[in-house]
Nanobody
Framework: VQLQASGGGLVQPGGSLRLACEVY????????MGWYRQAPGNERELVARITSGGVPNYAEPLKGRVSISRDNAKNTVYLQMNNLKPEATAVYYCYADLWTTPYADYKDHWGQGTLVTVSS
């Protein structure tokens, strides 16, 4: 099982990006999915998470500027980011709380990260 993130890149200030992260492989269940980010010299921090029922939770400073959604049929979580500012430059990591084997518990799995650079 692996998570594959996509959609990062270079965007000008004020622009938008949509990140996607798909879970590949056989999974028995998926609970929360979400996104963290890590800027150079900083710790990894929560951006947003979403429950299996579609209830989102956002980091307070990012409310109103990002929107998280998921497609359970595609095992994919999305992050729409609008009005991006240079301080949003970071590597964005997706995660999913997965149940992968019958006798194991749910466990967080992480994607490889996708770089978002906001610069003119």
């Amino acid at each position: 099982v692996q998570l594959q993130a996509s959609g990062g890149g270079l965007v000008q200030p004020g622009g938008s990006l949509r990140l996607a992260c798909e879970v590949y492989g056989v999974v028995l269940g998926i609970r929360d999915m979400g996104w963290y980010r890590q800027a150079p010299g900083n710790e990894r921090e929560l951006v947003a998470r979403i429950t299996s029922g579609g209830v989102p939770n956002y980091a307070e400073p990012l409310k109103g500027r990002v929107s998280i959604s998921r497609d359970n049929a595609k095992n994919t979580v999305y992050l729409q980011m609008n009005n991006l500012k240079p301080e949003a430059t970071a590597v964005y990591y997706c995660y999913a709380d997965l149940w992968t084997t019958p006798y194991a518990d749910y466990k967080d799995h992480w994607g490889q990260g996708t770089l978002v650079t906001v610069s003119s």
